[in-house]
C-alpha cells in the first residue's frame, strides 16, 4: 500500500535555526518518485523539488537540502537557517511509476513550520 | 508564463446546494488533476484527465461530484448536493507529462475554498 507519514504536524523555531522536515513513505514498488511541495498561505502548492527512487544522492539548493534514504524509506527536508519566508505547510508526496500507474501524488499530511523572528 | 488558474477562489454555500470550480490549466499541458484538501490534510486526488479523457477517478464520489474536460483545456468540478463534509480546498494542478509519467512535475493553482453551512 502506498502511504506518507510525516509524523511532525507543527514545528516552530527562531529565525536563522537549522530545521529538518521528516517524511517516511511506504511502498512496493521499487521505481517510484518522491517529492516535496510548500504551501505558504497563499495557498497555492510550489514545487521544491523530485527524487527517483534509483538516485540516493544527497541533493542541496541554497538553504535547502533533501536526505534520501531508501534503507529507511525516509525523505528528509532541511532547511539551514531559517527565515520568516520559509513560514508556510511542507508535504511530502509519493508516486509510483508501475505499469498503468497514472501518476497520481500520494500525499502526507504535511507539517507546518514557524519561523518566528 | 501564465500558471494554474482557479475560480471562484472563495465560494459559501448551504447543504444540497449545488457549486462548481472552473480551471485552466498551462497551455500545453495534456494532464489535468483535481484534488480535494480538507484542512490539517494533504490533498487527495478526486479525478484526472489526459486530454479531454478520464484516466483515475477510483476516488471521486459519483453520487455527487462529476467533472469534465471539454475539448481537453479548461475543466470543472461540480458538486450536487453538496454536503458538510465537502468543504475543503479544491485544487487543480496541470503537467505537461502523459498520464504514467511519474516523474512529471505537477503545477497548482491556488484553490478554491468551499464552505459548506
Known amino acids: 500500500a502506498q502511504k506518507v507519514t510525516q509524523a511532525q504536524t507543527e514545528i516552530s523555531v527562531v529565525e536563522k535555526e537549522d530545521v529538518t522536515l521528516d517524511c517516511v513513505y511506504e511502498?512496493?514498488?521499487?521505481?517510484?518518485?518522491l517529492f516535496w511541495y510548500k504551501q505558504p498561505p497563499s495557498g497555492e502548492l510550489v514545487f521544491l523539488i523530485r527524487?527517483?527512487?534509483?538516485?540516493?544522492q544527497n541533493e542541496i539548493s541554497g538553504r535547502y537540502s533533501w536526505n534520501f534514504q531508501k534503507s529507511t524509506s525516509s525523505f528528509n527536508f532541511t532547511i539551514t537557517a531559517s527565515q520568516v519566508v520559509d513560514s508556510a505547510v511542507y508535504f511530502c508526496?509519493?508516486?509510483?511509476?508501475?505499469?498503468?500507474?497514472?501518476?497520481?501524488?500520494?500525499f502526507g499530511q504535511g507539517t507546518t513550520l514557524q519561523v518566528k523572528p | 508564463e501564465a500558471g494554474v488558474a482557479q475560480s471562484p477562489r472563495y465560494k459559501i454555500i448551504e447543504k444540497r446546494q449545488s457549486v462548481a470550480f472552473w480551471c485552466n490549466p498551462i497551455?500545453?499541458?495534456?494532464?489535468l488533476y483535481w484534488y480535494q484538501q480538507i484542512l490539517g490534510q494533504g490533498p487527495k486526488l478526486l479525478i484526472q484527465?489526459?486530454?479531454?479523457?478520464?484516466?483515475?477517478d477510483s476516488q471521486l464520489p459519483k453520487d455527487r461530484f462529476s467533472a469534465e474536460r471539454l475539448k481537453g483545456v479548461d475543466s470543472t468540478l461540480k458538486i450536487q448536493p453538496a454536503k458538510l463534509e465537502d468543504s475543503a480546498v479544491y485544487l487543480c494542478?496541470?503537467?505537461?507529462?502523459?498520464?504514467?509519467?511519474?516523474?512529471?512535475?505537477?503545477?497548482f493553482g491556488p484553490g478554491t475554498r468551499l464552505t459548506v453551512l
Open positions: 494542478a496541470s503537467s505537461p507529462g502523459l498520464a504514467g509519467l511519474s516523474r512529471s512535475e505537477q503545477f
Open positions: 511502498t512496493r514498488d521499487t521505481t517510484y518518485y
Open positions: 527524487r527517483n527512487s534509483f538516485d540516493e
Open positions: 508526496a509519493l508516486s509510483e511509476a508501475t505499469s498503468g500507474n497514472t501518476g497520481k501524488l500520494i
Open positions: 497551455s500545453g499541458h495534456a494532464t
Open positions: 484527465f489526459q486530454n479531454n479523457g478520464v484516466v483515475d
